[in-house]
């Protein structure tokens, strides 16, 4: 019998503790405060930001929402960036993924300062992670990292197969792993002999967007199953990237979309604009 992963459950356990955290720096008279900058028109993104601004608002964090249209050059973005860097009112800084093709993320990237980096996507955060150093983690590897946890789920020597290898998820979380000392593999879409591969899995985790990605062919008998994706099917609901229904009688635990992986996401943002604003104020 498979147990389902409560990821909802758990982000808002720790969205009370990151609350009870804020209300102590507030009462030294310091806000810890988020801006996140939106360039463009993607839907989906526009529900994320409004989804952290909500969550900041719960918590006591004040956010500031920067959004720029589509045609906003290079120069612009990054003008916008050196701003908040230099405010001193501003912890962290999150530029909303995926911006327009015209735009260089990763040069967007670069250019936020590491120490209010609270996505973990500057190179010289991801690079911390990489060599096992206090650093911001990208808040989807990490949220996922605390689950595991909650879920007294064996990281060390098991066996974690990741299927999709972007900078956002998969990249970050393979390191996330290998620090907690699991076996790690990556599959992206040249792998060969995908299901032989996914099938030695003790974690078996998808992050790509795509519906069905993970069929219960592709499952080990009570493997972990994570779920990254976040996709609409053909009657608008919110599905993730495994035939959840199938998949879910193999398995020995599994997360729900929605209501597993995009809530821990947001409450890791939380986690690191906290941790940024006690860095930057000596607390
Ligand atoms: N787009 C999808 N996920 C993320 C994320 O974790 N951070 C940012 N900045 N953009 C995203």
Known sequence: MYKLIDGKGLASKIRLELKAECD???????????????????????????????????IGIEFE????????????????????NKRTDINGILLQSPIPK???????????????????????????LMTGQNTFISCTPYGIIK?????????EGANAVIIGRSNIVGKPLLQCLLNKNATVTICHSKTKNLEEITKTADILISAVGKINMV????????????????????????????DFEKVKEKASFITPVPGGVGPMTIAMLMNNVIKACK?????
């Open 65 to 84: 929402e920067i959004i720029l249209d589509d045609s906003t050059t290079m120069e612009k973005l990054l003008s916008i960036i050196d701003e908040l």
């Open 24 to 58: 102590k720096i507030r009462n030294k008279g310091i806000t810890p405060k988020l801006a996140v900058i939106l360039v463009g028109d993607d839907s989906a993104s526009k529900v994320y930001v409004k989804n952290k601004s909500k969550a900041c608002e719960e």
């Open 215 to 242: 069929t219960e062919n592709m499952v080990k008998e009570g493997a972990v199953v994570i779920d990254v994706g976040i996709n609409r099917n053909d009657q608008g609901k919110l599905v993730g990237d495994v």
């Open 279 to 283: 860095i930057q104020n000596n607390l």
């Open 147 to 155: 689950m595991l946890e909650a879920y007294n789920i064996m990281l």
């Open 102 to 128: 015209h735009l260089n993320i990763q040069e967007a990237f670069e250019r936020i300062d590491y120490r209010k980096d609270v996505d973990g996507f500057n190179p010289i955060n991801m690079g911390k």
